[in-house]
């Protein structure tokens, strides 16, 4: 494009560089007589050259301290996110790999400043909930596996509350701008429970894909009557109920029984 503009200025210019030419040539070649009445005596004639100054001329004066123009970040696509208060109670902080891609270069923190929450850095983005109604325990992360579907990456496995004899359990994940949430069943809050007390005894599972749980209660006679059920996430961050996953016993004995335990992707409680 340069060269484009170069050649048009040039040939804009050619007409007029020749008939400045042809006016230099024409005056050039015009000679008059002089009689000697017109011959002017000759005087000495100062032919030194008028010394120039090698020194650039001086450019306009700039202002070094003129302000840049000012640039602005964009915005942080879960809101902006302090460093936790060095008074908080962190209850866990974990390495894991969230992304999905095999490296563990995410970070799950859980931590109490008043209420508790759970924070997550997740391919350099930064989020955080709040875990309500905790009861008598604190919450910590257990680990990460991929339990949804649907959802990108893996999810977080988390102790939500629970008392003495029980855990709840709760599963968090990231949308599409890696902000974290908690997921739901059905569109209600997701309270799955693990342990045993005297005459009850629960559990839970997951793996890729699928989470599931069990509960058993003693009956009149004895024995034990339970039921199970999988479910699995049918739409973004809600699970539901898996068809004729569920089952319905009675009359088993105490070793009938699933483990009280958390089992998720090789990590428990």
């Given amino acids: 494009m340069m060269n484009q503009q170069h050649n048009r200025h040039l040939a804009r210019l050619a007409p007029l560089a020749a008939a400045i030419a042809l006016f230099g040539s024409a005056c050039g070649s015009t000679t008059t007589a002089s009689s000697p009445a017109d011959t002017v005596p000759a005087?000495?004639?100062n032919t030194s050259t008028p010394s120039v100054s090698s020194e650039p001329a001086a450019g306009p004066e700039t202002n070094d301290d003129a302000a840049e123009p000012a640039t602005s970040s964009p915005p942080a696509p879960c809101g902006e996110f302090g460093p936790i208060p060095a008074a908080s109670q962190i209850t866990s902080d974990l390495t894991?790999?969230?992304i999905g891609d095999g490296v563990a270069d995410d970070q799950v923190i859980t931590y109490l400043d008043g209420v508790y929450?759970?924070?997550?850095?997740?391919?350099?983005?930064?989020?955080?909930v709040e875990v309500p109604e905790v009861g008598v325990s604190s919450i910590r992360a257990l680990g990460v596996g991929d339990a949804g579907e649907i959802s990108a990456g893996n999810e977080v496995i988390v102790r939500t509350?629970?008392?003495?004899?029980?855990?709840?359990?709760?599963?968090?994940?990231h949308d599409a701008d890696g902000c974290v949430f908690q997921f739901t069943l059905n569109g209600e809050d997701l309270e799955m429970y693990v342990g045993a007390t005297i005459g009850t005894s629960s559990g839970m599972f997951c793996d890729d894909g699928i989470i599931a749980e069990w509960y058993y209660e003693l009956d009149d006679d004895g024995t034990y009557f339970g039921s199970s059920a999988a479910y699995f996430e049918s739409s973004t961050g809600d699970f539901t109920y898996v068809p004729a996953s569920d089952d319905f016993s009675e009359g088993l004995a105490l070793e009938d029984l699933s483990p009280a335990e958390l089992d998720c992707f090789g990590f428990g409680l």
């Fill in 117 to 128: 929450k759970l924070r997550s850095i997740r391919n350099g983005v930064i989020s955080e």
């Fill in 43 to 45: 005087t000495d004639v």
């Fill in 161 to 173: 509350g629970g008392g003495a004899s029980a855990a709840e359990i709760g599963i968090f994940g």
């Fill in 96 to 98: 894991v790999d969230l």
